[in-house]
């Protein structure tokens, strides 16, 4: 139909079969929180086509405030690997004895490796989207940029590249030595490459730092 | 191989191809934020197994702070519909004189429709994942359960489930309402049902309220 739409009626539920629908669920299985990365570069164009992705991602009043910046320059990214390392040796002391051993041995970040960097604020100044939506639920314009974060997560992992979040920083130096605009909120920094391996189980399991459980569990009713 | 683990140097870029990509990338472009929905009810078991499915994304140290409360009450629905045009009443108020009356003609929520409405909420108390990852960036906890709406929102389309996320709400008078735990955070409001139409383009990019920007517009390099 034109313009895309499909008239009344029709759900779409044809558009998306079982097939789909079972390999979408092994996407959601198979999607890590990657910190152990090969330095093979990415194709060429392989990050512009991933945020290409990550804009189609469901924005507050379609304000798409994402804003996604990569990091090139070797003294910036020594500067994120400085408070990455500041940080985790901060959250290492305020572990309790009994899990400190453990929590030393994680590696909790590819920032050595990772071929790809890029840091993702939200612009919470934007006028796209004329405010609608977020008057009194202002942090769906911050929420809307994690939408777009993890649309390019899947998209990634769809090609066979993985993505960690790293969040062990200090945000306002990160901000600071990335030059952007002051109403700029710092939402992730994250690496971007080939995994050295795949799993379905979360590295924090494997390692037994936690341990999922059912969905059961966050399920209530009022 | 044993435990789902791919050895060393599989990227698992053969496990999805590009047949699924492309069907991937069909459902984030057909994805919409839904206001318009059919009252005939979701399958039995439907909605449990879409949190299931949510339960897969990710979260900063394997926290998983995300809470679905389902409400089926009809008095609490009420309250969420009140809320709800209390709020759009005093957006409309906000608007200019120029764009008051094509807000005024926007369908914003689908309450008095949808057959299964829910609030998701992260619980930032939450000892699971021992507060890895959130120490210094501690609205990793809310991202956390926003990747899980997000999940949801994606399995739920590629079912021809319709989710419309409904933030012009007073959170602090939905959250009294639902009778959870003092440290739950109201992340958002959802409308979940069957769409009465599909379409590829945002509905307040038909409707002229605003227009999607090119991809480059958002990002840069450092």
């Known amino acids: 139909m034109k313009d895309g ?9 044809t558009r998306f079969d079982d097939s789909f ?24 164009g392989a990050f512009e086509r991933l945020v290409g ?6 924005s507050v009043g ?3 405030p994402w804003r996604f910046v990569r990091v090139d320059s070797p ?3 020594q500067v994120v690997r400085d408070s990455f390392a500041r940080c985790n040796a901060a959250a290492l002391q305020c572990q309790s004895d009994d899990r400190a051993a453990l929590y030393a041995r994680l590696k909790l970040a590819g920032l050595d490796d990772a071929p790809c960097q890029f840091a993702v604020f939200a612009d919470g100044a934007t006028a796209q989207g004329h405010r609608l939506g977020r008057l009194t639920m202002p942090a769906t314009i911050d929420y809307s940029a994690v939408m777009a974060i993890h ?3 899947l998209a990634a992992r769809a090609e066979g590249i993985g993505l960690g979040w790293v969040s062990i920083l200090d945000p306002a130096e990160v901000t600071a030595v990335l030059d952007v605009p002051a109403n700029w909120t710092l939402i ?5 490459g080939y995994p050295v391996a795949d799993d379905d189980v979360p590295t924090l399991e494997r390692e037994g730092w936690e341990t999922r459980r059912p969905p059961d569990s966050v399920l209530f009713v009022r």
């Open 62 to 64: 379609l304000s798409q």
């Open 53 to 58: 992705l990550a804009c189609l991602a469901p």
């Open 5 to 13: 739409r499909m008239p009344e009626g029709e759900t779409g539920a």
């Open 75 to 77: 003294p910036r990214r």
């Open 188 to 192: 992730g920094y994250f690496c971007l």
């Open 151 to 153: 649309t390019l997560w």
């Open 21 to 44: 629908r079972g390999k979408l669920n092994e996407l959601f299985v198979w999607r890590r929180d990657v910190r152990r990365f090969r330095r093979d570069a990415l194709p060429d």
